[in-house]
């Protein structure tokens, strides 16, 4: 049995099932990103709620285990050689995930690195210009007088989705007819944008010609629902 209290971010959050990947996280666009891909790839876990509205992932217990203080993390218990490995950063762990279960990912090495880039695109501009977005339009930032930021964030959004869109022409996926953690990264933050965020009038996405059917499939997998709400929140 691997020793997971190595780790002490499992004191305070005690995993049962400690042969199992032990995922930390809450149901946000970023969280749900592991745990569609656990629930896609079949991998046993065990799933922990960090309430971030009660600011448990700056608990020291989390800290250890992701200085950064953001969901979501894991612990795999059999990572490489056979020993336990933490790891933070939702992409990152797309991608191990990917690797260890020979799952969503090309194994032709070129097409491999072109699903990485397009997982970091989502990392680097679909998830921080459509959170400004959320933050501007929704949240505290929706009472500043001075608009400009909200624009300036809509129409980067706006011009992210037309990047989106383009790429989708012609397939059904964003790297063809395979479906994958390109898929899987980006999904979450188009749906929070037109659903929790209340934009989908502010950056006309119903004018897009490809999204919203993509956004669409991706919604009807069964392991996709299922990972949209794990953990579950309390």
């Not at 970023?30 to 509205?53: A, F, Q, R, T």
């Not at 600011?55 to 990572?79: M, Q, R, T, V």
């Not at 999204?211 to 997998?221: M, N, S, T």
Request: net charge neutral.
């Amino acid at each position: 049995m691997p020793d997971l209290f190595a780790f002490p971010i499992t004191t305070r959050w005690k995993p049962q099932h400690p042969d199992r990947i032990q995922i930390y996280s809450l149901p946000t666009p970023n969280g749900v990103k592991v745990s569609i891909m656990l629930e896609e790839s079949g991998l046993p876990y065990e799933p922990h709620l960090v309430d971030i509205g009660k600011n448990e992932s700056h608990l020291a217990e989390f800290k250890s285990l992701n200085p950064n203080a953001k969901i979501p993390a894991i612990i795999d218990p059999d990572g490489p050689g056979g020993k336990p490995i933490g790891m933070f950063e939702s992409g990152a762990i797309l991608i191990y995930l990917a690797d260890k279960t020979g799952k969503f990912m090309p194994q032709d090495p070129a097409r491999r690195w072109e699903t990485i880039q397009w997982v970091f695109f989502q990392m680097a501009s679909i998830g921080p210009m459509f959170g400004q977005v959320g933050f501007f339009h929704k949240f505290a930032g929706k009472d500043y007088e001075d608009k400009r930021p909200l624009e300036r964030y809509v129409t980067e959004t706006k011009r992210l989705l037309a990047v989106l869109d383009e790429r989708l022409e012609g397939r059904a996926w964003i790297m063809g007819e395979d479906y994958g953690i390109a898929d899987i990264a980006s999904l979450g933050w188009v749906r929070n944008l037109i659903g929790f965020y209340e934009a989908r009038d502010l950056v006309a996405y119903d004018s897009l010609k490809h999204v919203p059917g993509w956004l669409d499939r991706a919604l009807a997998r069964p392991a996709v629902q299922r990972g949209l709400t794990i953990p579950k929140r309390g």
